[in-house]
C-alpha cells in the first residue's frame, strides 16, 4: 500500500515537473515560435522525445497544460 502511494506521489511529481519546465521554455521561446507535443504513437523508440519546437503558425497545434490521467511512462 505505501509503496503504490509512494509510486503515485512520484507520478504526480514528474508530470508536475515536467509541464512546468515545458510552460516556462514555451514563454520564453522568440515570436512566432512554440512548442508542440509529439503524439505517443509518433515517437520513435530510439529517440523518444515529448516536445518538439515549431513554428506558431505552422499547421501544428501548441503544447497546452491539462490533465494526466496516465502515469508518467504513458504521456
Do not use: Y
Not at 515545458?22 to 509529439?38: A, S
Request: charged share 20%.
Amino acid at each position: 500500500m505505501q509503496k503504490l502511494a509512494l509510486d503515485l506521489q512520484v507520478n504526480i511529481g514528474l508530470l508536475f515537473n515536467e509541464a512546468g519546465t515545458v510552460h516556462c521554455l514555451q514563454r520564453r521561446q522568440p515570436t512566432g515560435i512554440t512548442v508542440t507535443e509529439i503524439l505517443l504513437a509518433r515517437r520513435l523508440a530510439e529517440a523518444p522525445e515529448r516536445f518538439r519546437v515549431t513554428l506558431a503558425n505552422g499547421g501544428i497545434p501548441s503544447w497546452r497544460i491539462n490533465f494526466h490521467s496516465s502515469s508518467f511512462d504513458e504521456t
